[in-house]
C-alpha cells in the first residue's frame, strides 16, 4: 500500500507522525472500527480476526485504512458463543481472558481494537522502555492518566493541540472502555461506531479497569505443556510481558 501500515508510518518516527492529523487519524480510527463491525456482527459466520495491531492496518494513498492478515482468523457461528483454539496473537493487543482460557470471543477483537486507538490518538507503540528501562504499557499509562482526571496528556504532542479537545479524549475514552477487564462491559463494534462518531453519549459512562496479560513465557511455555486447543489453564494476569508474536 502507498502509505505502508499504521506501525510503519504513525508509529514509525517523529517525521511520519507529522503525516497524521486529527482528521486523518479520526477517519481511521473510525473506518477501521466499521470495518471490524462488519467483520464481527455483521458478515455470516462471523469472523474474529485475532490479530487486530498497528502492522496489520495497511493505509492507501489517501490514508485509507485496510485491515490486513487474516491468517490467524477464525469464523463464529450465531449457535455459538466462543470459539476454544490455542492462543495465538501479539502480545499487548492480546485480550487477558483470551490469553487464560483460550475461549476466543468478538470482545477479544474489541480489547485489540481499543489498544489500537489508544495508539492512534497518543502516536505511542503499544510497548515502551522508560528511562529506567522498564517496559510500559500503553493501557496503563491511559489508565493512569484517566484516573488522575488528565486524558488530554496523552494525546499526540506533534498534534500541537491543533485538534478538538472533546473529541480526542471521547476517543481515548472509547479505547479505556473497549480494553475493560470485565468482557461484558466492554462494548459491541457498531456501538464503538456510534460512540466514536458521537451517536451514542458516553460522558457520563464508567469505566473499569483495564486488564493484564500475564508474561509472554509462562503463556508459551503453557502452550508448549499442552497441544488441547480447548485448554483452559489458568494464567497469571498481574502484569503486561514481552511484546511479541504467539502461535506462528
Known sequence: MENNSLAHTLLGGEQNRLKFTWESRRDISI???????????????????????ASNILLDRNFI??????????????????????????????????????????????????????????????????????????????????SSNDLIQLVDPILDRNYPVEEAVRFLKVGLLCVQETVNLRPRMPVVVQ????????????????????????????QNESSDPGSTSSYPTSMWGTSANLGR
Not at 100 to 107: E, F, Q, V, W
Open 31 to 53: 473506518g477501521v472500527a466499521r470495518a471490524l463491525a462488519y467483520l464481527l456482527e455483521e458478515v455470516r459466520p462471523h469472523i474474529i480476526h485475532r490479530d487486530i495491531k
Open 65 to 146: 485504512p485496510k485491515v490486513s492478515d487474516f491468517g490467524l482468523s477464525k469464523l463464529l457461528r450465531d449457535t455459538s458463543s466462543h470459539v476454544s483454539t490455542r492462543v495465538a496473537g501479539t502480545i499487548g493487543y492480546l485480550a487477558p481472558e483470551y490469553a487464560i482460557s483460550g475461549h476466543l470471543t468478538r470482545k477479544s477483537d474489541v480489547y485489540s481494537f481499543g489498544v489500537l486507538l489508544l495508539e492512534i490518538v497518543s502516536g505511542r507503540p503499544v510497548m515502551e522502555f522508560d528511562q529506567d528501562y522498564r517496559e510500559q504499557h500503553l493501557v496503563q499509562k491511559a489508565w493512569k492518566a484517566y
Open 195 to 222: 460512540m466514536l462518531t458521537n451517536e451514542t453519549a458516553i460522558e457520563d459512562t464508567q469505566i473499569s479497569e483495564p486488564g493484564v496479560v500475564a508474561d509472554f513465557m509462562t503463556i508459551r511455555m503453557r
